[in-house]
């Protein structure tokens, strides 16, 4: 049910998203008096068609819903009529045909801002204080000083608000010096320094593989307690096979009490292929059962699994949570402000990845996108338009790279055309192409692999 799930919210998010992409070249081609000749909502054999306008523009439905395509008048692909040769994408000025590579992008762009621009204005900004929560011993962390309920204040002199706006800050630091420089404030209310120092460049490359940062750094922000009470229960896994059911609240793991499902899945993490004695409640009752406990490999390490989830829709307490309301031209600030450093993060760490300063790993294909969407869909509205925003602001970038078949690499082409006065020769763009493929080929087999590596390593 879950795959099925998932195909179906990436259909619907990279389907939409591409036709937004796609908007964004018609509606420019169109003002700029360029000939388009279809708009196709969907690829494969039309299902339905009809010629709109006074162009006579035909506008498809096709079966593959996966996004679409605009096909303007090109006398590269076939005799044109003479009186239409001023409007054949070859005959119009190359910044106007720049103009109109570049919309496919900045239509991505542009959604992104709107979405976050209402979700701003509607429900204003929730900040979650950067607390640090668990810190593992003879960490990184632990050697620089830093401690359970420290609220970190800045970074690097900058200001910190909010857990998930320092993660990309921290990489990048600790990739370009080896070292961060963080304010902290104690739980005693203290203020200090701490500086996270990790040396060796090939350890730094390690915490860019996806999900290693913090894990190797070796502390976790503090997220909203969770109560040890069981949301799901794998059938036939080692908690099913011992008799635990959904609702049964965990109060005991190997003789140590816990008060969260965070200590419930350290406490099993930490005892792989073990028999291990645990005590639960159901029914106002206590029963006492020992789980043989299973394991899975983790980023390189055995750790133990039962097969059980804790509850996920729960709240930060208000202790937590700084809620800030924005007016109309504040939100749009926000909103411009957030896309333009999602869309600079993105790229600035794809350079780093050409460098070799981060880990390949990172690159996702369908089925981790797909997971994403349906995981953000179950989490809800707001969660899935902070995914579409996402995904949209990463079409718009790669569509930009200078890669013949992208976006980006017409935009090159049409550039040393205007500068030269002359047209790319066609050996030099069929060669463009070929490299171009290779490259798109060699990225999309990485971004398999990789989730094929998630799904079954």
């Known amino acids: 049910m879950n795959l099925i799930w998932y195909a179906l919210w990436y259909v619907i998010a990279v389907g939409f998203l591409v036709i937004v992409h796609e908007f964004g070249h018609f509606w420019v081609a169109r003002r700029l008096g360029f000939k388009v000749l279809r708009f196709s909502i969907g690829f494969g054999k039309p299902l339905w068609r009809r010629k709109v306008g006074k162009d006579d523009m035909e506008l498809v439905i096709a079966p593959i819903p996966m996004g679409g395509y605009v ?26 045909r720049i103009l109109v590579l570049f919309a496919g992008p900045g239509a991505n762009v542009l959604f992104a801002i709107l979405v976050l621009w209402g979700m701003r204005w509607l429900s204003g900004i929730n900040d979650i204080k950067p607390i640090v929560g668990e810190v593992t011993p003879a960490s990184v962390a632990a050697r620089a000083g830093l401690a359970r309920g420290d609220e970190i204040l800045s970074l690097e002199g900058q200001a910190v608000r909010d857990s998930r706006d320092m993660t990309f800050s921290l990489l990048n630091d600790l990739l370009s010096t080896g070292q961060a420089r963080m304010a902290v404030r104690g739980a005693d209310g203290r203020l200090r320094q701490v500086v996270l120092t990790v040396p060796d460049p090939a350890q730094r490359r390690h915490l860019t593989e996806p999900a290693m940062l913090f894990t190797g750094l070796g502390f976790q922000f503090m997220g909203p307690p969770v109560p040890p009470v069981l949301s799901e229960v794998t059938a036939g896994g080692p908690a099913a096979r011992a008799g635990l059911r959904t609702g049964d609240r965990i109060t005991v793991v190997n003789d140590q009490p816990v008060k969260d499902f965070t200590d419930v899945a350290r406490l099993i993490s930490a005892l792989p292929d073990r028999s291990v004695p645990l005590d639960y409640q159901r029914g106002g009752m206590t029963h006492h059962i020992v789980v043989a406990v299973g394991s899975a490999q983790v980023n390189g390490l055995r750790v133990g699994r039962i097969g059980v989830g804790g509850p996920r829709m729960v709240k930060y307490p208000d202790s937590m949570v700084v809620h800030r309301d924005l007016s109309v031209p504040a939100a749009l600030g926000s909103a411009v402000s957030d896309a333009w450093n999602l869309t600079a993060t993105q790229g600035e760490l794809l350079w780093r990845m050409v460098l070799g300063e981060v880990s390949v790993k990172n690159l996702s294909g369908p089925l981790s996108i797909a997971q994403y969407a349906g995981e953000s869909a179950d989490a809800g509205p707001a969660s899935f338009l902070s995914f579409l925003v996402l995904i949209s602001l990463a079409i718009a970038l790669f569509n930009l790279l200078p890669i013949p078949l992208l976006d980006g690499g017409q935009i090159v082409f049409q550039a040393a055309e205007w500068i030269k006065g002359k047209p790319v020769s066609e050996r030099a763009q069929v060669f463009g192409q070929q490299v171009g493929i290779a490259l798109l080929a060699l990225m999309l087999g990485l971004a398999l692999f990789n989730d094929v590596s998630r799904q079954f390593g």
């Open 71 to 96: 096909k303007m008048l090109d006398e590269r692909e076939g005799p044109v009529p003479p009186d239409l040769l001023p409007r054949s994408f070859t005959r119009r000025p190359p910044w106007q």
